[in-house]
């Protein structure tokens, strides 16, 4: 491997550097995210042709998709990073009435971020804001399979930061392995489950805690209360955004037998409304491409397998090899037994599944593992709360799609085969942090009467310890 002197070169700096960063004062982390968001606003159009070079993805999407949630997270984190680091007091137990009690963050120390090629800007850069607020040294491996957008990083990056504190490592799955077997004080990882575990075994090695940001097939629920229109226009949006290249984009939809017809009515209406006639989507300037070749033959396979068991393709099935274009698909009557209903689809293909009572919504969600996301459309209290009771998710949204990923005072991430650990906000800068906790004693506590020897007089004292506290 070419580039594994240049890995531990840059790891060794780091680590001769992280005392020196982790011991940075708020201030200095503070005047880093400013440069950081000033970076970001001065270099939009680079990005905007980096982005489109690798996904033919439309600058204002670009925008709303990889720079917006990150503007909007950095001035969260600039605002709130002083009172996230200082100490946090917690109450004692009545037995320690006299004690002080706080938690302390102090950084991980040397990080590495490992990034996909759905969202190769944001998803590199969002965990580096929480890993820079928490005080850490920071290396970056980008995805191999968006290299316009992996290539701007390396060069913004490299403008912004010393490599000593923030690095970015380009390269395939040898520079990935070369980073996973040094000792990294933490690991951020945002992918695929099979690479998750991957990540996982190797960071075991080193007894590097990790956390994984995954994905797994997100369901979508609509209930004979919604409003189905409504939860139309929103579905499309959030499946079709990026083409469907996203980790919690809608995978399928559930939906009571009775309302299919209407929903597949306004499902073509709101489809029309955002990316035009269905026929000419592909001259649609706002509509972005698969990312290579491999994804979308894929994709494809999925398709024919699902029609092969008996699923109705809605839409002209408009795809073209050369582009890697291919138009929104909506499939009904899909077999639970199909590789689409078990494989997540990451492209822009809809399977829509009927059912007659809320026992069958348990019963087919039930046979994937935990999703990442969970959306429900109801005006229901009581079937809301029952789905969020019964089904276990990452994260969940009512009569809405996606839009959680943004609202950085929600923690961010999966549960189970999905995912572990937390990020966004608050809940980012504690994935970064140690949270040391810091117990002061006065000269005379009143455990001084728990010591040996065991008189009588203590064995009472215990005796309503362990009955009353």
């Known amino acids: 491997m070419q580039n594994f002197t240049r890995i531990k070169n840059v790891f060794e700096l780091q680590q001769k550097n992280k005392a020196d960063i982790n011991n940075s004062s708020v201030d200095k982390r503070k005047f880093k995210l400013k440069k950081l968001l000033n970076a970001i606003l001065n270099n939009i159009d680079e990005l905007c042709d980096a982005n489109y070079k690798d996904f033919k993805k439309a600058k204002t999407e670009t925008m709303l998709s990889e720079v917006f949630p990150l503007t909007s997270e950095l001035r969260h984190t600039i605002r709130n990073i002083k009172r996230w680091q200082k100490p946090h007091r917690v109450s004692p137990p009545l037995a320690f009435f006299n004690s002080s009690n706080k938690i302390f963050y102090e950084p991980k120390g040397q990080v590495l971020i490992i990034s996909p090629w759905n969202y190769p800007f944001l998803l590199a850069v969002g965990p580096l804001i929480s890993a820079i607020a928490a005080g850490n040294c920071v290396i970056i491996k980008p995805s191999e399979h968006t290299p316009n957008t992996s290539a701007f990083l390396m060069k913004f990056i490299s403008q912004i930061f010393d490599e000593t504190e923030v690095a970015v490592i380009e390269g395939d799955y040898q520079e990935a392995q070369g980073l996973l077997s040094l000792p990294f004080d933490h690991i951020f990882f945002t992918g695929s489950t099979r690479v998750g575990k991957i990540v996982m075994q190797a960071a075991a090695n080193n007894l590097t805690p990790v956390t994984l940001e995954l994905g797994g097939k997100s369901p979508t629920i609509i209930d004979e209360s919604a409003d189905v229109k409504n939860a139309a226009q929103k579905i499309v949006w959030g499946k079709y955004l990026n083409c469907g290249q996203t980790c ?67 839409g002209n099935f408009d795809h073209n090899d050369e582009q890697r274009f291919l138009a929104p698909v909506l499939l009904l009557n899909v077999s639970i037994n199909s590789e689409i209903m078990r494989e997540e689809i990451f492209g822009p293909v809809l399977p829509v599944i009927t059912y007659k009572n809320e026992h069958e919504i348990f019963d087919i969600i039930n046979r994937n593992p935990k999703p990442l996301a969970l959306y429900i459309f109801s005006k229901r209290k009581t079937f809301i709360k029952k789905i969020l009771n019964k089904i276990p998710s990452g994260g969940s949204v009512i009569n809405d799609v996606v839009i959680h990923f943004s609202n950085f005072q929600l923690p961010f991430g999966g549960v189970g085969s999905s995912g572990m650990g937390k990020a966004h906000g608050f809940a980012g800068f504690k994935t970064f942090s140690n949270e040391k906790s810091v117990m002061k004693q006065p000269k005379f506590p009143p455990s001084l009467l728990l010591y040996p020897p065991y008189t009588e007089t203590v064995k009472k004292i215990i005796k309503i310890l362990v009955k009353y506290f």
């Open 248 to 314: 919690i984009a809608p995978d399928y939809l559930l939906i009571p037998e009775h309302l299919l017809n209407n929903f597949v009515k306004v499902f073509k209406q709101s489809l029309e409304k955002l990316y035009g006639n269905i026929n000419s989507i592909s001259s649609n300037p706002d509509y972005c491409r698969i990312v290579n070749q491999n994804q979308y033959e894929r994709i494809l396979s999925l398709i024919t397998d699902a029609v092969k068991n008996g699923a109705k393709l809605i």
